[in-house]
């Protein structure tokens, strides 16, 4: 597998009066690649880690640098890759461009949760595996 990629056209929605992205518009598109990940490459959707098995993948942390203003009409392009899988923490690069000029780059950790747990929990071996695949493969693409 290569980097995924999602792209979004920066909407009205999006914008302050500027017409420039309102920074915290991007975080609702960046789970958007997420939730478009975990339902294209490890073939399990939000609706059913959410509606059916009544699990999660929160943002335990992150860190976040904006460098260069994104406006309205303009369409992004998403990049998000797996670096580490721990027992219970997932860590994402997510690198958002418009053409070849960088507009984000972020580093996330998203933890696994039961509904009720109230923490983390282990990852299910069947996620682990897909999860760990995707890392794998990724490491082989750069060696």
Same mark, same amino acid.
């Given at each position: 597998?290569?980097?995924?990629?999602?792209?979004?056209?920066?909407?009205?929605?999006?914008?302050?009066?500027?017409?420039?992205?309102?920074?915290?518009?991007?975080? #609702?598109?960046?789970?958007?690649?997420? *939730?478009?990940?975990?339902?294209?490459?490890?073939?399990?959707?939000?609706?059913?880690?959410?509606?059916?098995? #009544?699990v999660a993948?929160?943002?335990?942390?992150?860190?976040?640098?904006?460098?260069?203003?994104?406006?309205?009409?303009?369409?992004?392009?998403?990049?998000?890759?797996?670096?580490?899988?721990?027992?219970?923490?997932?860590?994402? *690069?997510?690198?958002?461009?418009?053409? !070849?000029?960088?507009?984000?780059?972020?580093?996330?950790?998203l933890v696994?949760?039961?509904?009720?747990?109230?923490?983390?929990?282990?990852?299910? !071996? !069947?996620?682990?595996?897909?999860?760990?695949?995707?890392?794998? *493969?990724?490491?082989?693409?750069?060696?």
């Open positions: 597998m290569t980097t995924f990629t999602y792209a979004q056209k920066v909407l009205f929605q999006h914008c302050d009066p500027a017409g420039i992205v309102f920074y915290p518009r991007y975080f #609702e598109m960046i789970n958007a690649t997420v *939730e478009e990940w975990f339902e294209d490459r490890i073939g399990f959707s939000f609706a059913q880690m959410h509606g059916v098995d #009544e993948v929160p943002t335990a942390g992150l860190q976040i640098s904006f460098t260069a203003p994104s406006r309205l009409g303009e369409m992004l392009e998403f990049r998000l890759v797996p670096k580490r899988l721990g027992r219970s923490s997932l860590d994402l *690069e997510i690198t958002a461009v418009c053409g !070849d000029e960088q507009r984000l780059s972020m580093t996330a950790t696994f949760t039961r509904r009720g747990a109230g923490k983390s929990v282990p990852w299910p !071996d !069947d996620l682990r595996a897909k999860i760990d695949n995707e890392i794998n *493969e990724m490491v082989e693409k750069d060696a």
